[in-house]
């Protein structure tokens, strides 16, 4: 199983700012890395997958980058709807899909 | 637009079994994607417990695949999930979820809180 490291674990950045947010393999997943939004009481939602591919209807200051085994979403201005928890998510080699643990975006 | 709704009990006796049902709309559960479920212990990260394809071909976590088993009802357009012998350590929001090879999780149902106790 591909263990699915993120950093850190919360992450104090005031509006305007930018923020980014680190994922890290246990071993090589190439591209296929996925990253998603969760707010309280609500459902992850796609934001990036083939680690820099935008979902659909996903703002442009969201952006990821990377491969093998380092990965980064970058939020380039953030705006109060960013401060969520974010997940790393790779599916390279599965069974299983692993997550990250997840990291707390909180406003500074 | 498709959407996704779990049903089922939100309190199971421990050792017991949960049944739990996600109703598609707005898309075929016959179309080329994969149906999933996913949870999330309270206060804590996601877990991927399996999915299921169309034609009824499974993937389980190889944590819980002796306990876990999806089905697809393609007359209702909906799939289940059944999750035997429930401990307090499976108590968490229970989500289904369409998986695509190339867009991933893209759509989640709301999610359904399951409570293990007696």
């Given at each position: 199983e591909i263990v699915m490291t993120q950093s850190p674990a919360t992450l104090s950045v005031s509006p305007g700012e930018r923020a980014t947010v680190s994922c890290r393999a246990?071993?090589?997943?190439?591209?296929n890395l996925a990253w998603y939004q969760q707010k309280p009481g609500q459902a992850p939602r796609l934001l990036?997958?083939?680690?820099s591919t935008r979902a659909?209807?996903?703002?442009?200051?969201f952006s990821g980058s990377g491969s093998g085994t380092e990965f980064t979403l970058t939020i380039s201005s953030l705006q109060s709807e960013d401060f969520a928890v974010y997940y790393c998510q790779q599916?390279?080699?599965?069974?299983?899909?692993t997550f990250g643990q997840g990291t707390k975006l909180e406003i500074k | 637009q498709m959407q996704l709704q779990e049903s089922g009990p939100g309190l199971v006796k421990p050792s017991g079994t949960l049944s739990l049902t996600c109703a598609v709309s707005?898309?075929?559960?016959?179309?080329?994607s994969w149906w999933s479920w996913v949870r999330q212990p309270p206060g804590k990260g996601l877990e991927w417990i399996g999915q299921i394809y169309q034609s009824g071909i499974t993937s389980y976590n190889p944590s819980l695949k002796s306990r876990v088993t999806i089905s697809v009802d393609k007359s209702k357009n909906q799939f289940s999930l059944k999750l035997t012998s429930?401990?307090?350590?499976?108590?968490a929001v229970y989500y289904c979820a369409r998986w695509g090879v190339?867009?991933?999780?893209d759509s989640w149902g709301q999610g359904t809180l399951v409570t293990v106790s007696s």
């Amino acid at each position: 199983e591909i263990v699915m490291t993120q950093s850190p674990a919360t992450l104090s950045v005031s509006p305007g700012e930018r923020a980014t947010v680190s994922c890290r393999a246990s071993q090589s997943v190439s591209s296929n890395l996925a990253w998603y939004q969760q707010k309280p009481g609500q459902a992850p939602r796609l934001l990036i997958y083939g680690a820099s591919t935008r979902a659909t209807d996903i703002p442009a200051r969201f952006s990821g980058s990377g491969s093998g085994t380092e990965f980064t979403l970058t939020i380039s201005s953030l705006q109060s709807e960013d401060f969520a928890v974010y997940y790393c998510q790779q599916y390279n080699n599965w069974p299983p899909h692993t997550f990250g643990q997840g990291t707390k975006l909180e406003i500074k | 637009q498709m959407q996704l709704q779990e049903s089922g009990p939100g309190l199971v006796k421990p050792s017991g079994t949960l049944s739990l049902t996600c109703a598609v709309s707005g898309s075929s559960i016959s179309s080329t994607s994969w149906w999933s479920w996913v949870r999330q212990p309270p206060g804590k990260g996601l877990e991927w417990i399996g999915q299921i394809y169309q034609s009824g071909i499974t993937s389980y976590n190889p944590s819980l695949k002796s306990r876990v088993t999806i089905s697809v009802d393609k007359s209702k357009n909906q799939f289940s999930l059944k999750l035997t012998s429930m401990t307090a350590a499976d108590t968490a929001v229970y989500y289904c979820a369409r998986w695509g090879v190339t867009t991933q999780f893209d759509s989640w149902g709301q999610g359904t809180l399951v409570t293990v106790s007696s």
